[in-house]
């Protein structure tokens, strides 16, 4: 399952990490959704369960004979609601592969402190690959990569080996140990890396078959048309509920600010946000420049959390909510946290220098 991802509540619409998720529905809900793991992300499933409401899982519900925590029944009808909910994350990956072959972004290797600017995010993995001897297989199958390299970056930092968890008292013994071993790869036993290989979203349960499988590059497979088919036969409604999900990574388009609020990336995303959004970005965001760079990324937090950056209240069309605060101006923010970009190359920052020379020029 990919990584912090926020999974909504169908009964409460309060979003959880995936644990805290579990153990919240059994709580306050006694209830149990199980085999999530069959999603590499299951806010689309979830979705579609929050739509048809809480009455819908009662009815479909039996009780676990083991704690008497009513569960739902794994019918033919919830089994073509996780196909639907499948076959749209594929979708969704395959976007995600375009966008990581074309855009471009700046990346410091984790490892050798490289800084590789203007590449495209296969082009980072293939510096990985290249000088530092990570195995992942079939490269152009790789996705999400970002997200990817951010975990094994974890594991690097704290001196475990991603492979065997051999635990290191330096870097540079990790370092060797990975170029003798050959260990700089995922387990196949760790599943929950089978979000990174587009291999596994090409059909309901599939998984890695191997720890170094060479995916073919042809993907017009019959089993990838008949997958290709069953996102086509998705109905528009259920369609609908998907689009309202923000990506778990932007998709873009290359050198396009993103909107705060919604998905939309233009270069006149000022008068975007005015028209639709009733936000003024030169009066509603104050202050100098890094304070309007941490207000910035306060928004996005709060927005991808679906909260409110002005009254906190948490709303699941925060595009129209934020209409209603067209006259207040966001709060300080003074948290050094958030000078952390929460988009990487994030080019709304751009309209800052803009907006702060214009102000300058009035003052003067």
Wanted: a negative charge.
């Amino acid at each position: 399952m990919l990584p912090d991802l926020l999974l909504t509540c169908p009964f409460c619409s309060t979003p959880f990490n995936h644990q805290d998720f579990i153990i919240h529905v059994k709580k306050e809900h006694n209830f149990a959704i199980t085999k999530l793991i069959q999603f590499h992300d299951p806010r689309y499933y979830l979705a579609l369960l929050q739509h048809f409401g809480p009455d819908y899982l009662l009815q479909n519900a039996v009780p676990r004979e083991s704690d008497n925590v009513l569960m739902l029944q794994h019918t033919d009808a919830d089994l073509e609601l996780r196909k639907m909910a499948f076959a749209y994350q594929r979708s969704v990956a395959l976007q995600q592969l375009e966008y990581e072959m074309t855009a471009r972004v700046s990346h410091v290797c984790f490892i050798c402190k490289q800084n590789q600017k203007q590449v495209t995010y296969q082009q980072i993995l293939e510096h990985y690959t290249e000088n530092h001897r990570l195995r992942v297989g079939f490269r152009q199958s790789v996705v999400y990569i970002k997200k990817m390299l951010q975990q094994l970056e974890i594991s690097y930092n704290e001196l475990t080996c991603q492979y065997c968890k051999q635990v290191f008292t330096t870097q540079q013994t990790l370092k060797n140990h990975y170029r003798t071993h050959a260990h700089f790869r995922f387990a196949m036993k760790d599943t929950q890396f089978d979000c990174y290989y587009l291999d596994c979203y090409r059909e309901f349960e599939s998984s890695r078959q191997s720890e170094n499988e060479d995916l073919s590059d042809d993907p017009s497979t019959n089993q990838d048309q008949e997958i290709d088919l069953e996102f086509m036969n998705i109905p528009k409604q259920y369609l609908d509920i998907f689009n309202q999900i923000p990506s778990t990574e932007p998709v873009g388009v290359e050198n396009l600010p993103i909107c705060l609020f919604c998905s939309h990336a233009s270069s006149d995303l000022l008068v975007h946000m005015q028209n639709e959004h009733h936000f003024t970005f030169s009066e509603q965001l104050w202050g100098d420049f890094y304070m309007r760079i941490r207000q910035i990324n306060f928004i996005r937090d709060k927005v991808e959390l679906k909260t409110c950056p002005f009254c906190f209240i948490y709303n699941e069309n925060m595009a129209e909510h934020v209409q209603e605060h067209s006259q207040e101006r966001i709060q300080a923010v003074e948290d050094e946290s958030y000078f952390r970009s929460r988009i990487e190359g994030d080019q709304i920052f751009d309209f800052i220098g803009e907006e702060v020379e214009e102000l300058d020029s009035v003052v003067e």
